[in-house]
């Protein structure tokens, strides 16, 4: 009961948190989309100005052309929702976006203009790339970074350090275009260009695809990789140095049994933190790696929205990013709560 109290607790702060931020994020686009919104409204009556307005003057007269306008300029209002007072369009956008109804842009993007399927477009490309990179960044982090807490201080160990310390110090976007320029323009081994080619099916397809996406997989895994693996190795070195490794160590347990019975086990929650931050921030992608690769995932496409002032497009990317993050405390929370005793306990007390 006690962790569920703990859990249930943690849940509704994070719904807390996401109706906040929902809100403050509808305030602040709101107030943007208010100036979009007059420009298209103005836009809308001069081409209604220029066909039916011209065409009413002409039949009907100047009243009937006043009146058609004064009603057409109402109709657009109501439609943009200028006629509200501020509040209440944040109220509204806030609603419609808890609901998941994020609105349409203006221009068409991946071929469509509802914003909630275009985001279902760009996430799995993102998945793609970088789901995939971190999985890889993971394993070989872990697995390198307990290799060398088990040898502290040998030669591997001093490298693995300097190697980490050097790569993760690299930008990723100038990573990208050293391996662009070296292994893409000079040697020619991979393309210029991820993107996809939609005509080819099947197994093509996927061999295309592995071929589009292993330049910047292996930049994304060369640059990330090595802090991953020095983190877990210093968290492994403190954990090897408790009470208990030494009890277990004079009992004769085997060392493999210490290392990954016991000792990785201790140090399981921060790992395990780490790990769900990094998958579920994989899914929102990387502007600057993406524009580098021509990759069209998420990051590509909250520059596009910036490039294009699609607000709608905007809000949606924001709370998407929102989500993701609120998900991952509580996973973690769920995480330290089911593997620490005295988390949950301290929080069973205090409720």
Not at 37 to 44: H, R, S
Not at 101 to 122: C, E, H, L, R, W
Not at 162 to 181: D, E, H, R, V
Request: proline fraction near 3%; charge should be positive; aromatic fraction near 14%.
């Amino acid at each position: 009961m006690g962790y569920l109290k703990y859990l249930v607790f943690r849940i509704l702060n994070a719904i807390l948190v996401l109706l906040i931020v929902t809100f403050i994020i509808s305030a602040l686009f709101v107030k943007v989309a208010e100036q979009s919104n007059l420009a298209k409204m103005n836009d809308e009556m001069m081409q209604w100005d220029r066909t039916t307005g011209q065409n009413i003057l002409r039949t009907q007269g100047q009243d009937a052309y006043e009146k058609a306008k004064a009603e057409y300029e109402q109709f657009l209002r109501e439609k943009y929702e200028l006629n509200l007072p501020y509040w209440q369009k944040v109220y509204n956008k806030a609603v419609r976006t808890l609901k998941l109804d994020f609105g349409t842009t203006t221009t068409p993007i991946f071929g469509t203009n509802n914003v909630s399927d275009i985001i279902k477009v760009a996430v799995p490309r993102s998945i793609l790339l970088f789901t995939t990179a971190t999985i890889i960044v993971i394993i070989l982090g872990i697995f390198l970074g307990v290799r060398a807490a088990r040898h502290a201080g040998s030669v591997f160990d001093r490298g693995l350090s300097i190697f980490a310390l050097l790569t993760y110090s690299l930008p990723m976007w100038w990573t990208g275009m050293m391996f662009l320029l070296i292994f893409a323009f000079k040697l020619g081994w991979f393309p210029l260009s991820s993107m996809f080619d939609p005509q080819l099916i099947g197994w093509e397809h996927v061999k295309d695809v592995i071929y589009k996406l292993a330049l910047p997989v292996f930049t994304y895994v060369f640059v990330v990789f090595g802090g991953w693996a020095w983190t877990t190795r210093n968290i492994m070195i403190g954990t090897l140095q408790e009470d208990f490794i030494m009890a277990a160590r004079a009992k004769g347990v085997p060392e493999h049994k210490i290392i990954y019975g016991h000792a990785l086990r201790a140090a399981a929650p921060p790992i395990v933190t780490m790990i769900i931050f990094a998958l579920l921030g994989s899914l929102g992608g990387a502007i600057i790696s993406e524009l580098v690769f021509n990759y069209p995932g998420m990051g590509r496409l909250y520059w596009v929205a910036l490039q294009q002032n699609e607000t709608n497009l905007l809000i949606g990317l924001t709370y998407f990013f929102t989500v993701l993050y609120l998900a991952g405390v509580v996973l973690a929370d769920m995480v330290y709560g089911f593997l620490d005793p005295r988390v949950k306990v301290g929080a069973s007390a205090k409720m």
